[in-house]
């Protein structure tokens, strides 16, 4: 399937600082999802980003899709215990696939 | 809301066993899919289904067979259990549309002796 480096492999910060986790492909994607995994969890869909150069936001969570589509990021201003987990991005193997393959995930822990 | 349920929240097996991890969807998703996810590995895709009957590899698939009888029901099938077998499986579904959703069940943790 479609290959995408997701960076860090981990990430510790003090509650109320920033946090951001990258995604990269060798390959233009037509599209890619985000989601976020608690602790003892399974994965829930967060956002998906289609369009090149798309930005989105919610509440304190901000997406970005690459200019050229072979990146997105994942940034969340002003942490909190609650954003605690792991978070995934999601792309397509190709045109016209089923095939959803997720980056290896950024684990994040805040500390209080 | 969507549902998707897994039949167990652990399973312990011995090598050489079958093994059955059932799924089933509530939303009438045509699409079905069977993830592992391991530490430092995250998830990889066993198996997927666009259709009743239908099944196609996904980036791990040695080991594992699947069945689509119902278009609820995702059954993945563990021929032989062997120790390296040993995860979390976690099965999902979504809509036929490329780039809909994907709804995952709570997962099985299968230890294999």
């Known amino acids: 399937g479609q290959q995408v480096m997701q960076i860090p492999q981990y990430q510790h910060v003090q509650e109320g600082e920033d946090f951001t986790t990258y995604c990269n492909s060798s390959?233009?994607?037509?599209?890619i999802q985000w989601y976020k995994q608690r602790p003892g969890g399974h994965p829930v869909f967060l956002i998906q980003?289609?369009?090149?150069?798309e930005v989105k936001k919610q509440k304190r969570l901000t997406f970005q899709f690459g200019e050229a589509k072979k990146n997105s990021s994942l940034h969340i201003t002003a942490t909190q215990t609650t954003d605690v987990g792991t978070y995934f991005c999601?792309?397509?193997?190709?045109?016209?696939?089923?095939?959803?393959?997720f980056g290896k995930g950024t684990k994040l822990s805040v500390i209080p | 809301d969507v549902k998707v349920t897994q039949s167990s929240r652990y399973l312990v097996k011995r090598t050489g066993e079958k093994v059955f991890l059932e799924c089933v969807q509530d939303?009438?998703?045509?699409?079905m899919f069977w993830y592992r996810q391991d530490p430092g590995l995250g998830l990889r895709l066993i198996y997927f289904?666009?259709?009743?009957?239908?099944?196609e590899k996904g980036d791990i698939p040695e080991g594992y067979s699947v069945s689509r009888e119902k278009k609820e029901r995702f059954s993945l099938i563990l021929e032989s259990a062997s120790t390296n077998q040993t995860s979390m499986y976690l099965c999902?579904?979504?809509?036929?549309?490329?780039?809909?959703?994907?709804?995952f069940g709570n997962g099985t943790r299968l230890t294999v002796t």
């Open positions: 289904s666009y259709d009743v009957k239908m099944k």
């Open positions: 980003l289609v369009k090149s150069g």
């Open positions: 939303m009438d998703h045509e699409n």
């Open positions: 999601a792309v397509y193997s190709g045109a016209g696939s089923y095939q959803l393959t």
């Open positions: 390959t233009t994607l037509s599209n």
């Open positions: 999902a579904s979504s809509l036929r549309d490329i780039d809909s959703p994907l709804h």
